[in-house]
C-alpha cells in the first residue's frame, strides 16, 4: 500500500486595511492559502466563508481553513478604526453693532490629522474672520476623508443710545456737537466712540415761550 500523508493547509493574511472612519464599515482582508488539498472550506469569526472579506467594521477576525482531508489551520487579524472625529469652536463677537470683525476658529479632535476647513462664506482656514454678525457653519475632513460639521453664531454688542433733553428760549439757539439747534423738535446725531462704534444720540428740544408785553 502507499500512504500519501499531506501537509496541513496552510492560511496567510496577506493584507488587512484598517477602517478609515470611527463607526464605518470599510475594512478588508484578503488570505492566501497553500498545502493541504482543496478544495478548501473557510470559517470566519463573523460567520463569513470565503477567503477575502469587504466592507468590514473594527474588531479582531479569525478564519480557520479546513481541505478536503478535514485538516486544518488558523490565522487572524485585528482591524482598527481612529478615534470619533469632533470639533468644537471659539468666538470672537463683532467689536460693534452690525460689525464685521468677528471671528471663530474650528477645533478639531480625533479622526486622522491633517484636517481642512470649508466655512459656509468660503474660507478655508482653521480661523474665519471678518464675520459679521449671524450663523455660520464650517466642515472638517481629516487626511482618510472623514467629515463632521459644526455651527457657530457670531454675536454684535447693542445699538449704543443716549438722548439728551435741553429747552432754550424762542429765538435762542444751543450748540451740541458742533450744531447749533433753535427749534422745537427732536434731532438725531450719531456719533464715534472710543472703539470706533457709531452710537445713537437723540435730542429732544424743547422752547420756552417768549416775554409778553402788555400794552394799556
Request: net charge negative; proline share 6%; aromatic share 10%.
Amino acid at each position: 500500500h502507499v500512504m500519501t500523508v499531506w501537509n496541513n493547509p496552510q492560511i496567510f493574511i496577506t493584507d488587512s486595511i484598517n477602517i478609515n472612519c470611527y463607526g464605518t464599515a470599510t475594512g478588508s482582508i484578503s488570505t492566501t492559502t497553500n498545502n493541504g488539498l482543496p478544495p478548501y472550506n473557510y470559517i470566519w469569526s463573523n460567520g463569513s466563508s470565503t477567503p477575502n472579506l469587504n466592507n468590514l467594521f473594527a474588531g479582531t477576525y479569525i478564519v480557520t481553513i479546513t481541505d478536503s482531508n478535514q485538516c486544518s489551520n488558523t490565522d487572524s487579524v485585528t482591524l482598527i478604526e481612529p478615534s470619533l472625529l469632533e470639533v468644537t469652536s471659539n468666538t470672537t463677537p463683532t467689536t460693534c453693532f452690525q460689525g464685521n470683525d468677528g471671528t471663530a476658529t474650528a477645533i478639531p479632535s480625533g479622526g486622522t490629522p491633517a484636517y481642512s476647513y470649508l466655512w459656509s462664506d468660503g474660507q478655508i482656514t482653521q480661523t474665519a474672520v471678518g464675520l459679521s454678525p449671524g450663523i455660520y457653519s464650517c466642515t472638517i475632513t481629516d487626511s482618510l476623508g472623514c467629515d463632521t460639521f459644526i455651527q457657530i453664531n457670531i454675536t454684535d454688542p447693542p445699538q449704543i443710545t443716549d438722548t439728551i433733553y435741553e429747552s432754550i428760549c424762542n429765538e435762542d439757539s444751543i450748540l451740541i456737537n458742533g450744531i447749533y439747534y433753535n427749534a422745537l423738535g427732536t434731532y438725531t446725531d450719531t456719533l464715534i466712540n472710543s472703539f470706533g462704534c457709531d452710537s445713537i444720540l437723540f435730542i429732544d428740544i424743547d422752547t420756552f415761550p417768549g416775554p409778553i408785553s402788555l400794552i394799556n
